[in-house]
C-alpha cells in the first residue's frame, strides 16, 4: 500500500512529456498536489516565484539542454527537500547535491510516491525541537509532529504509533520533573530519543 501524499504540494520539473504525465498522475493518485509539471528550468524558476508553499520537488537533471541546479539551489535555499528523477549518473550531480535523494527513471509508481513521502517526512522530522517554546502548548497540538519523527525511526506505522503512545504515557508519569522553562515539544522529542534507545525494535 502506497502512502498517503494528503494534498502534498510537488513541484514537478520534467521535460519529457509523457513522463511527466506519469509523475504527476502517479503523485495526484497518491493524494498530492501538483505544481507543474515544467519542461525548461526557467519556467520551474517562476514556478518557484510564485508558489511560496512547496513541500517537495522531483527534478529531472536535463530540462531541454539545461541542467536544473539553479533549481536545486533555489529549493535548497528555502529548505525544501528534493529528488533528482532521471537517467543520470552521479557523476552528473555537482558535490553540493551528493546527498540529494536520487531516483531512476526505471522506477515504478510506488517507489517514487514513497520517495517523495520519506523526503517530507525527513524534512519534518529533523529531530529538532518543533517550534521554539510557545506558550500554552497543547500535548494533543504536538502529536502530528511526534508521528513523523516516530515515522523517521520506526520501519512501519504500527511501531511508530506505538513509539507515540509510549512516549505519552512516560510524559504522564514524569511530568513533575519536566523543568518548566523547557518546551513542551522539545521535552517530548527527548523522552521519545530516550524511549527509542532503549528498546528500538518496539517494548519487549
Known amino acids: 500500500m502506497m502512502p498517503d501524499l494528503q494534498h502534498l504540494r510537488v513541484l514537478v520539473a520534467e521535460d519529457e512529456f509523457y513522463v511527466a504525465n506519469d509523475i504527476a498522475l502517479w503523485?495526484?493518485?497518491?493524494?498530492?498536489?501538483?505544481?507543474?509539471?515544467t519542461?525548461?528550468?526557467q519556467e520551474a524558476l517562476k514556478s518557484l516565484s510564485t508558489a511560496d508553499d512547496i513541500q517537495v520537488a522531483v527534478l529531472d537533471i536535463n530540462l531541454n539542454g539545461e541542467l536544473v541546479f539553479p533549481v536545486a539551489d533555489e529549493l535548497a535555499r528555502r529548505s525544501v527537500p528534493l529528488i533528482f528523477f532521471s537517467g543520470y549518473d552521479d557523476l552528473s550531480v555537482p558535490e553540493r547535491f551528493s546527498s540529494v535523494a536520487r531516483l531512476s527513471k526505471c522506477a515504478g509508481s510506488s517507489d517514487l510516491v514513497s520517495a517523495v513521502f520519506e523526503q517530507y517526512l525527513l524534512n519534518m522530522s529533523t529531530l529538532a525541537p518543533l517550534r521554539?517554546?510557545?506558550?500554552?502548548?497543547?500535548?494533543?497540538?504536538?502529536i502530528p509532529g511526534l508521528r513523523l519523527r516516530a515515522r523517521v525511526l520506526m520501519s512501519s506505522i504500527k511501531a511508530a504509533d506505538s513509539l507515540v503512545e509510549r512516549t505519552l504515557e512516560r510524559a504522564i508519569v514524569l511530568a513533575a520533573t519536566r523543568e518548566r522553562a523547557q518546551?513542551?515539544?522539545?521535552w517530548l522529542h527527548e523522552l521519545m530519543t530516550t524511549i527509542y534507545s532503549?528498546?528500538?525494535?518496539?517494548p519487549n
Open 183 to 186: 518546551p513542551l515539544d522539545a
Open 132 to 142: 521554539g517554546g510557545l506558550p500554552g502548548q497543547l500535548v494533543t497540538d504536538l
Open 39 to 41: 519542461p525548461t528550468v
Open 198 to 202: 532503549e528498546s528500538p525494535f518496539g
Open 27 to 37: 503523485l495526484e493518485r497518491a493524494g498530492a498536489t501538483i505544481i507543474g509539471p
